[in-house]
């Protein structure tokens, strides 16, 4: 154990991880006939934002969970880490796969931020002067035009009862010209960074630095496996921080551009913590449900064991219930205002079938991970952990579709949406699976892996 | 304090290393002990199986009055501003409509559930935790051993109160002896 070399811990010959990758290359071609077959144009741009973004939430939780415990300078996660690292190492797969999405957006193919686009390309050819004009004269009616929507809103609150719940939601959707204008105006004060041009530098901007956090790290990772020098550690302890801001700035900005401007004229400033929660609990799902899997078939000896699921899952715990926290105060702020300018984005998703979607998330994502994983008991019970990640890592799923898909309309799962999930989240485990047949299974150059190896949960 | 006597309160054994006092504390384990204890200079890893000791029940505690105070919560916002029922003729709740919200609206009573919640959960982990480990003790007659200080520099201390039911003076003596302690003690405590 102490002079563990390169060629331990290896998936080497093993039945069923020699071929792992097999499977999720499988279901991507599966999923993408799926999804060329069934959708049509405008579907297919929020399956695979869905399916995209569902992934990349994967490879951005391995990033801040590496970086977090270089920052930390942790012990209890080194045996755990190569895991993580090889998820990780997968946003080179995310930023080829999101090339086609961005370069569709670019073109006018996908049509999904149409709201912001065309206002944003209108502000570009329109000349300063009658811009300005055009903005004030609007302002005139804003005033008003508040005061009248205000009235307008209270009067369906008042009449809410009388209505059948399909009224209500055609009313809601139905806005007068001043309400259109409104929302062209607050559009148009957006278009400086909400346009065609910087959307895309930007977009181009996250993956690069995803892709070399990424890289970097595996790589330093990698060549201490077969050196054994400890200087890779203390190089990548002192650039965490740094990469940790750089990771988190990327990772907020994204969410803004890639799912916040779903609608163009709703905002939130917590949106981009509650994509990071989300990530944070679908790769400590992960990791547990692979190294379950490695330590079933022996591949990693002991080295991984009851104490690290026992770890891994209690950071688990702690990030559903930060999901809730910063999803839950993003809902009740708004609910408790009550401002339709801001409730647009709840009402889509609860009117047209949503609300079932929202009540399984509460539930689902919070209340039964929350009361299932409590206890030592529960976590220490690897079948039963195993049951829990499953549903954890389904709920997630549910999030990100949550995000996404209600911009489409009413709830209705089509094959496309599981289709393009398969297709993207298929194509990323075949990468993750073939390249955990490459590289030893625990960071065995690492010098806090004995330390590691010998973890034991004292409470 | 003319009638001034004294009684054992406990055996005390030391040991020179972590191994000698881990070796010795599975015998006393084996041999049925229940109101004995280790001392050692910094926190010993697998010191609880060579105790024996049970993981402990604090979180039962912490969880079912975590439960209580949100239960709590629910109850006195729904009584207060939802309903005018009279409970116990104690007088009746007043419905209130706050920000245009319903009498009794959730939402906005989760962050109390919350507060109310972590509160309880809080004071039952403290007040339960001082309760397990009998504090405050203001005094205990360990410290009447004077080689004892050195559990906190360089010794290892098996300590047997003569509260177990299964102390017996010759033959709690018997057995630490049998573990090759550097030194054996009886330290006794004054009645008053």
């Not at chain 1, 960074?193 to 990772?221: D, E, I, P, Q």
């Amino acid at each position: 154990m102490t002079n563990a070399s390169d060629t331990d811990y290896r998936v080497g010959d093993d039945r069923i991880w020699k071929r792992a990758w097999l499977a999720p290359l499988g279901l991507a071609i599966v999923g993408g006939l799926l999804a060329i077959l069934t959708a049509d144009a405008d579907r297919l741009g929020y399956a695979y934002l869905f399916g995209l973004f569902t992934t990349a939430t994967f490879m951005l939780g391995a990033l801040f969970l590496v970086l977090v415990q270089f920052l930390t300078a942790s012990y209890w996660g080194v045996s755990s880490r190569r895991i993580v690292e090889v998820i990780m190492s997968g946003a080179p797969v995310v930023a080829l796969l999101a090339l086609p999405f961005i370069a569709g957006v670019a073109l006018g193919k996908i049509h999904i931020y149409d709201e912001w686009q065309s206002v944003s390309a209108h502000g570009e050819q329109a000349e300063p002067d009658s811009g300005s004009d055009h903005a004030s004269d609007h302002e005139e009616h804003g005033v008003l035009d508040f005061g009248s929507g205000v009235a307008h809103a209270q009067a369906d609150a008042d009449d809410h009862g009388e209505h059948s719940e399909a009224a209500a939601h055609d009313e809601a959707h139905s806005h007068t010209p001043q309400e259109v204008a409104l929302h062209h105006e607050v559009l148009e004060k957006k278009s400086g960074y909400l346009n065609t041009k910087g959307w895309v530098a930007r977009g181009l901007g996250y993956l690069l630095v995803w892709c070399l956090l990424a890289l970097a790290y595996f790589a330093w990772s990698r060549r201490q496996d077969q050196d054994h020098d400890p200087k890779h550690t203390v190089r990548m302890q002192s650039l965490a921080a740094p990469s940790l801001i750089l990771f988190a700035g990327a990772l907020t900005f994204a969410a803004f551009d890639w799912l916040m401007s779903l609608e163009a004229a709703w905002f939130s400033t917590i949106f981009g913590v509650i994509i990071f929660a989300g990530s944070a609990v679908s790769i400590l799902a992960l990791t547990i449900l692979i190294g379950l899997s490695l330590y079933k078939r022996g591949l990693v000896g002991d080295v991984i064991n009851v104490e690290h699921f026992h770890d891994l899952s209690r950071l688990m715990f702690g990030f559903v219930c930060f999901w809730t926290y910063v999803h839950f105060s993003q809902w009740m702020l708004i609910w408790y205002a009550g401002i339709p300018e801001e409730a647009t984005w709840f009402m889509k998703r609860w009117d047209g079938g949503w609300k079932f979607v929202s009540y399984l998330l509460f539930f689902g994502h919070f209340v039964a991970p929350f009361l299932l994983l409590m206890s030592r008991v529960q976590k220490r019970a690897l079948p039963w952990l195993q049951v829990m990640c499953f549903w954890v890592l389904f709920m997630h799923i549910v999030d990100i579709y949550w995000f996404v898909l209600p911009q489409a309309g009413a709830f209705q799962v089509q094959l496309a949406d599981i289709g393009a999930l398969l297709f993207i989240g298929g194509v990323f485990f075949t990468y993750v699976f073939w390249q955990l047949g490459q590289v030893p299974l625990v960071p065995v150059g690492d010098p806090r892996l004995q330390r590691s190896h010998h973890l034991h949960q004292i409470y | 304090m003319a009638n001034e006597t004294k009684k054992p309160a406990l055996y005390l054994a030391e040991y020179d290393t972590p191994n000698a006092i881990a070796q010795a504390a599975m015998k006393v384990r084996d041999a049925g002990y229940k109101n004995w204890d280790c001392h050692t200079p910094y926190a010993m890893h697998g010191m609880d199986e060579a105790m024996g000791l049970k993981p402990t029940r604090i979180g039962v505690l912490s969880f079912i009055f975590g439960m209580l105070g949100v239960a709590t919560a629910v109850f006195m916002m729904q009584y207060t501003n939802a309903f005018d029922f009279n409970l116990l003729n104690i007088g009746a709740g007043y419905p209130l409509i706050v920000g245009g919200k319903p009498p009794g609206a959730f939402p906005s009573m989760v962050p109390i559930m919350f507060e109310l919640g972590i509160l309880l959960c809080g004071f039952a982990t403290l007040f339960g935790l001082l309760g397990i480990i009998k504090l405050p003790m203001f005094n205990h007659p360990i410290f009447a051993s004077d080689r004892f200080e050195a559990a906190t520099d360089d010794k290892y201390f098996i300590s047997i109160e003569a509260g177990d039911q299964k102390f017996d003076l010759d033959r709690t003596r018997a057995l630490l002896e049998a573990t090759n302690p550097t030194y054996i003690e009886l330290v006794e405590e004054e009645v008053l």
